[in-house]
């Protein structure tokens, strides 16, 4: 994440990435982290497993990445530590769900709620 953040914003003003194992993600949810940006330097999706499905920030900083736990359930609440203490004004969106594991496919069926 920290390559495709350093790759893209030296020609945009901001950049929204998210994961591909989230179905069912309203649009809405990615046209607000383009929207948090205008004021907020990071904006962050979390899902329910205590990751995030959805990172954006429109200044590049490689900080934020650094000594997280990568798949484990504290990734969210260690990248908001991280934005407070660098004084990053973070955004979070509404929970959603992500696909990990099987058990985690009940969540395709019905609404996605």
């Given at each position: 994440m920290k390559d495709v953040f350093h790759y893209f914003l030296n020609n945009s003003q901001k950049v929204v990435i998210m994961g591909s194992d989230s179905p069912?993600?309203?649009?809405?949810?990615?046209?607000r982290a383009f929207i948090e940006l205008d004021e907020k330097d990071l904006v962050l999706g979390p899902t329910y497993d205590g990751g995030y499905y959805l990172i954006g920030l429109k200044k590049f900083c490689p900080e934020i990445f650094e000594n997280v736990q990568w798949s484990t359930g504290s990734v969210f609440e260690t990248?908001?530590?991280?934005?407070?203490?660098?004084n990053k004004k973070c955004a979070v969106?509404?929970?959603?769900?992500?696909?990990?594991?099987?058990?985690?496919?009940?969540?395709?069926?019905g609404n996605n709620k």
């Open positions: 069912g993600l309203p649009e809405s949810n990615i046209l990248t908001l530590l991280k934005a407070k203490e660098l969106l509404d929970h959603w769900h992500d696909i990990d594991r099987p058990e985690d496919l009940k969540y395709l069926q």
